[in-house]
């Protein structure tokens, strides 16, 4: 059986799940909408099960830690997904949060709360920050164990001071989803603006 093609994004609450079902119909993929949750409601094994059910692929999960500067629930369950055998994951949308005492990730490039390239990280508000380009959030440190092909960093996922609310399109997340399409060779050119 081939492997299903996932795109990881480290945030679920409401909001998240709203912007990311948008996305996802942008796109002609999947949004796991059973991941969505403040925190992550499901375990990795229960996830792994939804994305094995799914009509296609690409597929869209979201991961939460509900603010934890600690391994939380949305951690776990990412870590286990990124590692199945039966998984590839295609890329990483790695959310800015407010989080203190976190070690962030760094990732390969980030976008503001107009949907510009960067180059330095963003906060939740998607602001340029001074200093690297890494994304600090209570659900992006476990990507360092892994070595993923894309990561995109970005502000609070639909909200960026309606930058990127779903009514309009959600155009940063969508912008961000394009980008790791583009970047594993989909063709993501049907992809309404």
Request: charge should be negative.
């Amino acid at each position: 059986m081939a492997k299903r093609r996932v795109i990881l994004i480290t945030d679920g609450d409401r909001v998240a799940k709203q912007t990311v079902e948008e996305v996802a119909r942008q796109i002609g993929g999947r949004c796991i909408s059973a991941s969505a949750g403040n925190p992550s409601p499901l375990s990795g094994s229960q996830l792994v099960k939804l994305i094995q059910e799914a009509a296609h692929d690409p597929i869209l999960i979201m991961f939460d830690d509900c603010g934890s500067r600690h391994k939380g629930k949305g951690e776990r369950a990412l870590e286990y997904v990124a590692s199945h055998p039966d998984i590839e994951v295609l890329g990483v949308v790695a959310v800015a949060s407010n989080s203190d005492h976190v070690e962030g990730v760094q990732v390969h490039v980030a976008l503001d709360h107009n949907g510009n390239v960067v180059y330095h990280g963003v906060d939740k508000a998607g602001h340029e920050m001074n200093g690297p380009l890494r994304i600090y959030g209570d659900t992006v440190d476990v990507l360092n164990q892994f070595q993923f092909p894309y990561v995109v960093g970005i502000g609070d996922v639909g909200k960026m001071d309606k930058h990127d609310d779903y009514l309009w399109g959600a155009p940063v997340t969508t912008k961000a989803v394009q980008m790791i399409l583009e970047r594993s060779g989909y063709d993501a050119t049907n992809i309404q603006q």
